[in-house]
């Protein structure tokens, strides 16, 4: 079954420092994988995704992430983080067979100013 | 729309009655998800139409829930005999072209409380 997991609850980052937002997945054949953001009061918003291609996949807002083959993760990165980064973060899986997607169980990042 | 409507946006019911939820998609979007999000946990899927069917409803928990999506557009989402256990956030998201695609867009949920 796939699955995916995020094995921090909550990131705390300084402003302007590089963040990352740990994700690992558990697929059979080939992972679709996405990310997305939750603010408050608001719905999720897609950041991006990898389908196949270039393990490095740029998404909206400067964020971009790094598919991991051999260690099935696939992280959220930004080089600097700004205080309107703060907000709950999910991965998420294509279900194989299925047109609906598994998402984890979110990490809170919180930007320090 | 613009966007994806859902209404209400908070709902507070007693125990024991019955609830119905709108979502209102994205212009155009044939495919439509229903997921429910307690507190601390990520969307669980609960069911999927395309078009006017349900093509997967295998998240529904039990019988008390119900879906329909009668003209392929606005779909409710219908919780008879309301249990606590219930509460949550349920979310609805449209898109043009499925999972596989860019993903979906979320409505901005109904949080549901019963009491």
């Known amino acids: 079954a796939q699955s995916v997991a995020q094995p921090e609850d909550q990131v705390n980052v300084a402003e302007g420092n590089p963040l990352t937002v740990k994700c690992t997945y558990s697929v059979s054949g080939n992972p679709y994988l996405f990310w997305y953001v939750q603010y408050p009061n608001r719905g999720l918003q897609f950041l991006l995704k990898?389908?196949?291609?270039?393990?490095l996949v740029k998404g909206s807002y400067g964020f971009e992430a790094e598919f991991n083959k051999s260690q099935t993760s696939f992280h959220l990165k930004k080089p600097s983080a700004l205080v309107s980064d703060s907000a709950l973060y999910f991965c998420a899986v294509l279900r194989t067979g299925a047109n609906n997607l598994f998402f984890g169980t979110g990490t809170r990042l919180t930007v320090i100013p | 729309g613009a966007g994806v409507s859902q209404t209400p946006s908070n709902k507070v019911t007693e125990k024991g009655k019955y609830v119905e939820l709108r979502c209102d998609p994205i212009s155009g979007h044939t495919a439509l998800y229903w997921y429910r999000q307690s507190l601390g946990q990520g969307p669980e899927f609960l069911i999927y139409?395309?078009?006017?069917?349900?093509?997967?409803d295998s998240g529904l928990p039990n019988d008390r829930f119900f879906a329909v999506r009668p003209e392929g557009s606005v779909s409710t989402l219908k919780i008879q005999r309301t249990e606590r256990g219930d509460s949550a956030v349920y979310l609805c998201a449209s898109s043009f072209d499925g999972a596989r695609g860019y993903g979906y867009t979320f409505g901005s949920g109904t949080r549901l409380t019963v009491v």
């Open positions: 990898y389908i196949t291609g270039d393990n």
């Open positions: 139409f395309q078009g006017t069917g349900a093509a997967d």
